[in-house]
T-cell receptor
Framework: DADVTQTPRNRITKTGKRIMLECSQTKGHDRMYWYRQDPGLGLRLIYYSFDVKDINKGEISDGYSVSRQAQAKFSLSLESAIPNQTALYFC?????????????FGPGTRLTVL | QKEVEQNSGPLSVPEGAIASLNCTYSDRGSQSFFWYRQYSGKSPELIMFIYSNGDKEDGRFTAQLNKASQYVSLLIRDSQPSDSATYLCAVRGSTLRRLYFGRGTQLTVWP
């Protein structure tokens, strides 16, 4: 089974709808991240969390919110989806073992907002 | 604003050649540097990390770091068509709290 899972894998929704993307991990990592990827723009950080009580904004948090329900679960919400939020969304996790710790990515959620 | 810049692509090399991917960063206090490979439609996966000046080799891959010039590169020797992917440079900033990613360089290795 995959260590980092994302649901749904694909979602088509309409402008103004509320949508939640979910991420679960079995790696036992404390740190979790949400990124979005647009063609030619690389990975941009939306939110990150170092534990259940520590949630931080990334550089593109406007229009998004998150919830860290447990160490293993980190959800991303779009309260009122708009077309320019159409993108590929990745969840990632990492452990704090030093400055060389790797981030492990989920398979991604492809979101289309019509 | 922490910036990570990668050489613009796409980069196209013949099979067996050396592919050179470059990355510069703005935060002089950056601690460690990562190269991720991403196949089309897939998630990024770590290839190498480096945190000391100089070269680090792993099989056909060599990462090179020059902190004075704020420059990190990835060399792929004996390139194979299976190396065709987008390569993302990532930098861990001076606060150690997160990674900053470049936009990626798309590499195509043709037979």
């Amino acid at each position: 089974d995959a260590d980092v899972t994302q649901t749904p894998r694909n979602r088509i929704t309409k402008t103004g709808k509320r949508i939640m993307l979910e991420c679960s991990q079995t790696k036992g990592h404390d740190r979790m991240y949400w990124y979005r990827q647009d063609p030619g723009l690389g990975l941009r950080l939306i939110y990150y969390s170092f534990d259940v009580k520590d949630i931080n904004k990334g550089e593109i948090s406007d229009g998004y919110s998150v919830s860290r329900q447990a160490q293993a679960k980190f959800s991303l919400s779009l309260e009122s989806a708009i077309p320019n939020q159409t993108a590929l969304y990745f969840c990632a996790t990492s452990d704090w073992t030093g400055f060389d710790n790797e981030q492990f990515f989920g398979p991604g959620t492809r979101l289309t907002v019509l | 604003q922490k910036e990570v810049e990668q050489n613009s692509g796409p980069l196209s090399v013949p099979e067996g050649a050396i592919a050179s991917l470059n990355c510069t960063y703005s935060d002089r206090g950056s601690q460690s540097f990562f190269w991720y490979r991403q196949y089309s439609g897939k998630s990024p996966e770590l290839i190498m990390f480096i945190y000391s000046n100089g070269d680090k080799e792993d099989g056909r891959f060599t990462a090179q770091l020059n902190k004075a010039s704020q420059y990190v590169s990835l060399l792929i020797r004996d390139s194979q068509p299976s190396d065709s992917a987008t390569y993302l440079c990532a930098v861990r900033g001076s606060t150690l709290r997160r990674l900053y990613f470049g936009r990626g360089t798309q590499l195509t290795v043709w037979p």
